[in-house]
């Protein structure tokens, strides 16, 4: 790891620590491990997938932990900043993560605001796992729920919500859109428990866009949903109109740095 550039000696016998650029690699190795990695199955069992999708999808899944870490660190530069701003800058007293993954933006936000509580929820138990440990590692566990259930039980069973200033909803309300009926659910209870002044905040993705900077990962990021996962993404006006339906009063939209992803604030 030091003859690559990743570590690097404090003196000739002191111990070692992150090269300067150890973050910048990270984030760029996101992009390649999430593609080449997490996506794998995808990648190995690609004409069974184009031939046969639900029977390839119901044999081959994707590991969730490695999707969890690897969109962490592609959102540590490419959607986390966008997102903590917002809402660090509204002081939630209580936030709800959906689709928290291994938990590192719900925990990112526990650390800043030092007197709210979060609920971290994912339908992964080996994300969900990464989660606890990595609580317990930020000294947050104590203010930290983990919870191992899909957003879809929402709809039957949305305790989970109750008397969240915050929810946040991380590059999972795609795959929930999916079922009309079922996403206008969900988000008809988010918005319901959502304590008085309380918003939404949707981190998602929208169809390709062919512009420079956008063009080259949202194809990927496009291509690998309809392809392989059947999931065929909302665009941008569409996004927003869904929320508007559900009752929200406001709806803004805002690029981000990932390509192709988007902040929604949807407010109660």
């Known amino acids: 790891m030091s003859a690559a550039g990743l570590l690097e000696r404090d003196a000739e016998t002191g111990p070692f620590t992150p090269c300067t650029e150890?973050?910048?690699?990270?984030?760029?190795?996101?992009y390649l491990s999430w593609s080449l990695s997490a996506n794998r199955p995808y990648i190995d069992h690609a004409e069974r997938f184009l031939r046969e999708p639900e029977a390839a999808g119901r044999q081959h899944q994707r590991d969730g932990r490695?999707?969890?870490?690897s969109s962490r660190w592609i959102g540590s530069r490419g959607f986390y900043p966008g997102v903590l701003s917002e809402i660090i800058s509204r002081k939630p007293r209580h936030i709800v993560d959906l689709g928290s993954g291994a938990g590192a933006l719900l925990i990112r936000l526990l650390t800043e605001l030092p007197t709210s509580t979060g609920v971290a929820l994912d339908l992964s138990a080996g994300a969900c796992e990464e989660a606890e440990r990595a609580g317990r590692h930020a000294q947050v566990d104590d203010r930290l729920t983990v919870v191992n259930r899909s957003v879809e039980t929402l709809v039957d069973d949305p305790a989970p919500l109750d008397g969240a200033d915050i929810i946040h909803a991380g590059f999972v309300m795609h795959d929930v859109a999916q079922h009309p009926?079922?996403?206008?659910?969900?988000?008809?209870?988010?918005?319901?428990?959502?304590a008085d002044g309380g918003c939404l905040v949707v981190t998602d993705a929208v169809p390709y866009v062919d512009r420079p900077g956008e063009r080259a990962f949202s194809a990927l990021f496009s291509y690998?949903?309809?392809?392989?996962?059947?999931?065929?993404?909302?665009?941008?006006?569409?996004w927003c109109e869904l929320f508007r339906q559900a009752g929200f009063s406001e709806v803004t939209s805002t690029a981000l740095g990932m390509p192709g992803s988007r902040l929604f604030v949807a407010t109660r």
């Open 22 to 30: 150890l973050a910048d690699r990270r984030y760029e190795a996101g």
């Open 66 to 69: 490695r999707v969890a870490v």
């Open 181 to 194: 009926e079922v996403f206008a659910g969900v988000l008809r209870a988010c918005r319901e428990h959502l």
């Open 224 to 238: 690998l949903h309809e392809s392989s996962m059947d999931v065929r993404l909302p665009t941008e006006d569409r």
